[in-house]
């Protein structure tokens, strides 16, 4: 990396930082951190970098196998303008339109826009009677956004203290009493807007019927932010900012699993790997799901604070199965969403009794609607999610057939005699592949009102030198939040130096 303006001191005053992990939080924080002059090395225990951000070819299909969802666009130009670039030289998202596709079991369809005026016009066809509270419903949501986004998102990890930061005329439009579905039922009456408006909770692997109102921001996030598609894939970002890591020097070790931090008096002074080799380093920033960390990779016993952690409920799996199908579906969009019978059924099955929902939500992405080239000619590619509770409960994945209970829901579209490859991810496969403790895609439950505050921080408490980043910690789980997260793991370590 070349010093900048010509100046020699830049890099004799770096430090050697390591990253644990090259998930999206840790390739963010490798980013901040190498444009700050600090000598930056990630170590990946998988062949690729991404985390569970990753891609599957085969047989003339592509699928993106994580995230498929991506919103907040300047959250993505922030990173990349920190670093001196241009989002655009990287990336080319587009608008994805409609957002999302909604069937129901009444053989009713709804779009949802990025345009208000187009998304009106579809619920006056639909629920003529919730026009006026679904938009406000969206003001709703938005003033929630306003007034928790510069303290509680954008920020570093929320403490009690930050409610100072609130004034008390807003502190009760953060709406942290109720339940999302409770408010929401205050703004609409139609079962099926009902149902579409708690699927956000979801987005933080929770129940909308536990999790708190707060989170209602979700849906501002989408349904004003837009969504957006990287050409290429979802896969397309993972590989923009390992390309503008190494711009800045970053050094990338793939295949490289990591076996323990190391940790004397109190403070991080390298990482054992694998293999037995010893890797000094002023600081370490791990991108691996917290709970694992404090149960696998720190040696000495963890502190109460962590011990309170693993106790935690966690969020919830996902159940995936990559499709090839034969045949195209132009009633299908980019984004569907297929609704249960009984919503409040599905996440009481999750969450109280461990087991996958007897009648799932299913999700369908098809990427070849905006990359044609995701499937052959007169094929489609799906990438169908379905919610699953985490590992640690009766439910045994290797001796049941869920497969056969997902393609019931979408049956009438005859698409398991045109299934022409497959593969099946499930929440085991997870936890193995990402270190996602218990397979949970979003580290500890959103389903309590002081969410905010139990999730883990990006500062290891009571270990010097030790910083977080990634879906298990602030600000949460999504792709952009995970950005979010590398931003304030760095920003933290650079405070913390010398």
Request: hydrophobic share 40%.
């Given at each position: 990396?070349?010093?900048?303006?010509?100046?020699?001191?830049?890099?004799?005053?770096?430090?050697?930082?390591?990253?644990?992990?090259?998930?999206?939080?840790?390739?963010?924080?490798?980013?901040?951190?190498?444009?700050n002059g600090q000598r930056v090395k990630i170590l990946?225990?998988?062949?690729?970098?991404g985390g569970k951000m990753n891609e599957i070819a085969?047989?003339?299909?592509?699928?993106?196998?994580?995230?498929?969802?991506?919103?907040?666009?300047?959250?993505?130009?922030?990173?990349?303008?920190?670093?001196?670039?241009?989002?655009?030289?990287?990336?080319?998202?587009?608008?994805?339109?409609?957002?999302?596709?909604?069937?129901?079991?009444?053989?009713?369809?709804?779009?949802?826009?990025?345009?208000?005026?187009?998304?009106?016009?579809?619920?006056?066809?639909?629920?003529?009677?919730?026009?006026?509270?679904?938009?406000?419903?969206?003001?709703?949501?938005?003033?929630?956004?306003?007034?928790?986004?510069?303290?509680?998102?954008?920020?570093?990890?929320?403490?009690?203290?930050?409610?100072?930061?609130?004034?008390?005329?807003?502190?009760?439009?953060?709406?942290?009493?109720?339940?999302?579905?409770?408010?929401?039922?205050?703004?609409?009456?139609?079962?099926?807007?009902?149902?579409?408006?708690?699927?956000?909770?979801?987005?933080?692997?929770?129940?909308?019927?536990?999790?708190?109102?707060?989170?209602?921001?979700?849906?501002?996030?989408?349904?004003?932010?837009g969504v957006w598609y990287p050409r290429g894939g979802?896969?397309?970002?993972?590989?923009?900012?390992?390309?503008?890591?190494?711009?800045?020097?970053?050094?990338?070790?793939?295949?490289?699993?990591?076996?323990?931090?190391?940790?004397?008096?109190?403070?991080?002074?390298?990482?054992?790997?694998?293999?037995?080799?010893?890797?000094?380093?002023?600081?370490?920033?791990?991108?691996?799901?917290?709970?694992?960390?404090?149960?696998?990779?720190?040696?000495?016993?963890?502190?109460?604070?962590?011990?309170?952690?693993?106790?935690?409920?966690?969020?919830?799996?996902?159940?995936?199965?990559?499709?090839?199908?034969?045949?195209?579906?132009?009633?299908?969009?980019?984004?569907?969403?297929?609704?249960?019978?009984?919503?409040?059924?599905?996440?009481?099955?999750?969450?109280?009794?461990?087991?996958?929902?007897?009648?799932?939500?299913?999700?369908?992405?098809?990427?070849?609607?905006?990359?044609?080239?995701?499937?052959?000619?007169?094929?489609?590619?799906?990438?169908?999610?379905?919610?699953?509770?985490?590992?640690?409960?009766?439910?045994?994945?290797?001796?049941?057939?869920?497969?056969?209970?997902?393609?019931?829901?979408?049956?009438?579209?005859?698409?398991?005699?045109?299934?022409?490859?497959?593969?099946?991810?499930?929440?085991?496969?997870?936890?193995?592949?990402?270190?996602?403790?218990?397979?949970?895609?979003?580290?500890?439950?959103?389903?309590?009102?002081?969410?905010?505050?139990?999730?883990?921080?990006?500062?290891?408490?009571?270990?010097?030198?030790?910083?977080?980043?990634?879906?298990?910690?602030?600000?949460?789980?999504?792709?952009?939040?995970?950005?979010?997260?590398?931003?304030?793991?760095?920003?933290?370590?650079?405070?913390?130096?010398?």
């Amino acid at each position: 990396m070349a010093a900048p303006d010509g100046k020699d001191e830049f890099l004799s005053k770096a430090h050697e930082i390591l990253i644990v992990g090259a998930g999206i939080g840790g390739l963010s924080a490798a980013i901040h951190l190498a444009a700050n002059g600090q000598r930056v090395k990630i170590l990946e225990k998988n062949a690729t970098v991404g985390g569970k951000m990753n891609e599957i070819a085969a047989d003339g299909f592509r699928w993106d196998t994580g995230p498929s969802v991506i919103t907040m666009r300047h959250v993505f130009e922030d990173l990349f303008a920190a670093a001196g670039r241009r989002l655009e030289d990287y990336l080319n998202l587009v608008p994805v339109d409609p957002l999302t596709r909604y069937f129901y079991l009444d053989g009713r369809i709804l779009d949802i826009h990025p345009q208000l005026e187009n998304t009106l016009q579809a619920i006056q066809q639909f629920a003529p009677e919730d026009m006026e509270g679904y938009e406000k419903f969206l003001a709703y949501a938005a003033q929630i956004h306003r007034i928790t986004g510069p303290v509680f998102i954008y920020n570093q990890p929320p403490t009690w203290r930050s409610f100072l930061k609130v004034s008390p005329f807003d502190a009760l439009k953060i709406d942290g009493l109720r339940t999302m579905q409770n408010a929401i039922d205050g703004f609409v009456k139609s079962p099926q807007l009902r149902q579409l408006l708690g699927r956000f909770a979801t987005y933080t692997g929770a129940s909308p019927y536990r999790a708190p109102a707060t989170l209602n921001v979700i849906a501002d996030v989408e349904l004003a932010g837009g969504v957006w598609y990287p050409r290429g894939g979802i896969y397309a970002i993972a590989k923009a900012l390992r390309a503008l890591a190494e711009e800045l020097g970053v050094t990338i070790c793939e295949n490289t699993p990591v076996h323990h931090i190391e940790v004397q008096d109190g403070k991080v002074n390298g990482v054992l790997l694998a293999k037995g080799d010893f890797l000094p380093a002023e600081a370490v920033i791990s991108n691996v799901d917290v709970g694992t960390v404090y149960e696998k990779m720190l040696p000495s016993v963890p502190p109460k604070r962590a011990r309170d952690l693993l106790k935690m409920e966690s969020s919830c799996s996902g159940f995936i199965m990559l499709l090839g199908i034969k045949g195209t579906h132009p009633q299908l969009a980019h984004h569907n969403i297929f609704f249960s019978r009984d919503y409040p059924r599905e996440f009481d099955e999750i969450f109280r009794l461990g087991v996958p929902p007897s009648e799932p939500t299913v999700y369908v992405a098809i990427t070849c609607k905006t990359d044609p080239q995701d499937a052959p000619s007169d094929h489609e590619n799906w990438f169908v999610l379905v919610n699953a509770p985490p590992l640690g409960k009766a439910y045994d994945w290797k001796q049941q057939n869920y497969r056969e209970v997902v393609l019931g829901q979408l049956a009438k579209f005859s698409v398991q005699p045109n299934i022409v490859t497959e593969k099946i991810i499930t929440p085991p496969d997870l936890e193995q592949m990402s270190g996602a403790r218990r397979g949970a895609l979003y580290g500890t439950s959103s389903n309590n009102r002081w969410a905010a505050f139990l999730r883990p921080p990006n500062r290891a408490a009571g270990i010097q030198g030790l910083y977080f980043a990634g879906g298990t910690t602030h600000p949460g789980g999504g792709v952009p939040m995970v950005t979010l997260s590398g931003k304030v793991a760095a920003t933290m370590c650079l405070e913390d130096l010398p």
